[in-house]
């Protein structure tokens, strides 16, 4: 038995040109017994003369393998035959039948009766087809079980439904993998068996789980709201098994899904809330024909503004970054994935400039140049600790950075400017909440300001897949066997998807009619700590603790970085105003007359002039109320102070 197998394994590794040979010799022995058998049970005797079957047979076999030719029989892959695979055959034979008929009719040989014809092509269709459909068995079921090696993992499918059952046919190429069953919310799924497996209520989860010892449950649910999925993961992550889930319905409606579709649970089926559905007129209302420039384009929440302005057909896009690969990158996913071509076959005009917004020749050129229409400025730096190192360098990008921006558009008549901000902007603890702060007061004075151009800001929490996430980094933790590491265990954070922010960006600007913040309905806040838990479970691992000391990977608290918050807000003083879109709102705070900003900027620009941390940190701390510099701007200030003490 096993010579048998390791010879039929050698047979499906082989190379095309001796598959279809041997199917060809596997189809010529099924015509042959066939002419026999038809023979047989026309004539109704064994006494079968030889050369008319012999005749019969090549007449019969030469028509096959036309038709077969034809449609593609030889081509096709047993692995992989289904309803097509038969309508095919069924095709070939009949078409074979007819050219068999003919011939037998025209050439009259003695000996061969014509209702043997149609007898023949009954017996030979339906061996051909339930020949594909062992094979089929053998190759992708019974094969698979007799060279297994080491362990497998158990399986189960939450979900039967049609996702589920095509998740369940791709398994059966992976030996290492076995199908245990399914669970399923259809009162009507459950207690059937789909693929010979039986399909369980979610009622029965944790006993089924248990005793089958599952290792893996793959969540087939592409159609479910994301509050219902949530609700399923939390109980399976009370299993300690592993979770999985198929794409959503966008991605499985783009072809057959398998499990190579199939990817570790994502942060926002966690979140309990369903998405942000955008308003498709206001998301096109500030950019459908219009020229369009984005700032930071290569960054995570300009890289996808590009994407999403780019559907809602702009006359001309500028893709503006400071950082040549980022650009490049952005360009290049533009043009591979055809984006720069309208659905009418028209190429839209996209421009790319390698430009800082920092340096007021430089932007003061390019929007002279190009005139947009539209501005959204996503160029900041972001990285809390890394900007608490480098005060001067923050100020500098994200505060001078927006003010010659700002400027050039005023100066250009940009309709709309766009600020992309933060929810650290609100009481800031760190250099970075304290610019972008900065940057708001900008746009609010110049607000006042008359002028054409409509100037606002948008602010929101953390993004989820933007660069610096903890989610990637978490799971990078765990795949190198933890730990993994928060700065406190009740530190909480306001989660949305990068399609969300960018969506908001957009809506905002369309909606702005100068000086306000818009922010995002964000639901609930998510302490880390609970969500490091929850992936580590749904990894299929358990949390190290005290109560559970021989637990897979253990969380370390390593204290707030500098300037890190316990928790963030989106509002400074004021109440948030409900705007045309039902999940949107708007605000408008407290500012600085521009006459008096003004004077602070100037100080600011000195400072970075001179390269004095000390005195740029000032100018920050009595422009933005409550900023409190970290321990170590304090500790420079009072060096600072010592040594200017000294020196008189």
């Not at 300690?240 to 057959?256: I, N, Y």
């Not at 990894?539 to 918050?565: A, F, H, Q, Y």
Request: glycine share 8%; proline share 4%.
């Amino acid at each position: 038995m096993q010579y048998f197998v390791v010879q039929l394994r050698r047979l499906i590794l082989a190379n095309g040109a001796i598959k279809r040979a041997t199917l060809v010799l596997l189809d010529i022995v099924i015509a042959a017994l066939s002419a026999i058998l038809s023979f047989w049970l026309r004539l109704g005797t064994w006494e079968i003369s030889f050369v008319p079957v012999a005749i019969f047979f090549g007449l019969a076999i030469s028509a096959w393998l036309v038709a077969a030719q034809i449609f593609g029989i030889y081509r096709q892959i047993i692995r992989y035959a289904g309803v097509r695979t038969v309508r095919d055959i069924v095709a070939a034979s009949f078409v074979h039948s007819v050219v068999l008929v003919v011939a037998v009719v025209a050439l009259g040989v003695v000996g061969i009766p014509r209702t043997a014809s149609i007898i023949y092509v009954v017996i030979f269709t339906a061996a051909v087809i339930s020949s594909r459909a062992i094979m089929r068995v053998i190759i992708s079921d019974l094969l698979p079980s007799r060279v297994r090696r080491g362990r497998q993992r158990t399986v189960f499918i939450y979900g039967a439904g049609k996702s589920g059952q095509e998740l369940a046919l791709s398994m059966r190429s992976h030996p290492e993998m076995r199908l245990a069953g399914f669970f399923d919310d259809n009162v009507h799924m459950q207690g059937r068996r789909v693929d010979g497996v039986t399909v369980w209520s979610p009622e029965n989860l944790a006993n089924v789980l248990r005793n089958d010892a599952v290792d893996e449950v793959i969540l087939a649910l592409p159609r479910v709201n994301r509050a219902r999925r949530a609700e399923i993961v939390s109980m399976l992550e009370r299993q300690s098994v592993r979770v999985r889930t198929v794409p959503d319905m966008t991605s499985v409606l783009s072809g057959q899904v398998s499990l190579k579709d199939v990817h570790e649970v994502r942060v926002e089926d966690l979140l309990g809330r369903e998405p942000v559905a955008p308003d498709l007129h206001l998301l096109g209302s500030s950019i459908a024909g219009k020229v369009v420039l984005i700032t930071g384009a290569g960054g995570s929440i300009g890289a996808e503004l590009v994407r999403q302005v780019r559907k809602m057909r702009p006359r001309q896009l500028i893709l503006l970054d400071v950082s040549e690969s980022a650009l490049f990158a952005i360009e290049q996913q533009i043009i591979a994935g055809g984006l720069e071509i309208e659905p009418e076959g028209r190429s839209i005009d996209l421009r790319v400039e390698l430009c800082n917004c920092s340096d007021e020749a430089s932007i003061g050129r390019v929007l002279a140049q190009y005139r947009p229409d539209t501005l959204f400025h996503a160029a900041a730096y972001k990285h809390v600790p890394m900007l608490e190192a480098n005060p001067l360098s923050a100020a500098r990008n994200n505060v001078l950075g927006t003010l010659a921006t700002a400027k050039a558009a005023r100066a250009c008549g940009v309709e709309r400017f766009v600020l992309v901000s933060t929810d650290k902007a609100v009481r800031p603890t760190n250099i970075m909440g304290a610019t972008k702060r900065i940057c708001e007061l900008i746009l609010q004075a110049m607000a006042t300001e008359p002028d054409r151009t409509i100037f606002t800001m948008v602010r929101f929490g953390n993004v989820l897949g933007s660069s610096g996430s903890v989610v990637p980094h978490f799971r990078r933790q765990i795949e190198n066997g933890g730990p993994v590491t928060v700065t406190h265990r009740s530190i909480t954070r306001y989660f949305m998807t990068i399609p969300e922010a960018a969506q908001l960006v957009i809506q905002a600007g369309a909606m702005a009619r100068s000086g306000e913040v818009f922010l995002l309905e964000m639901g609930e806040a998510v302490r880390i700590a609970a969500l490091a838990e929850t992936m580590i479970r749904l990894s299929g691992l358990t949390v190290r603790s005290e109560e559970n000391p021989d637990g897979d990977i253990e969380i370390v608290e390593t204290g707030l970085r500098p300037g890190e918050k316990l928790f963030e807000e989106l509002l400074i003083d004021s109440t948030a105003r409900p705007t045309a879109h039902s999940r949107i709102y708007s605000a408008e705070e407290a500012m600085i007359p521009w006459r008096e900003l003004e004077g602070y900027l100037m100080a600011l620009q000195d400072a970075l002039a001179e390269g004095d941390v000390v005195a740029a940190v000032a100018v920050v701390e009595k422009i933005v109320p409550g900023y409190q510099p970290s321990d170590a701007f304090r500790q420079m200030r009072q060096r600072a102070g010592a040594g200017r003490q000294v020196a008189n």
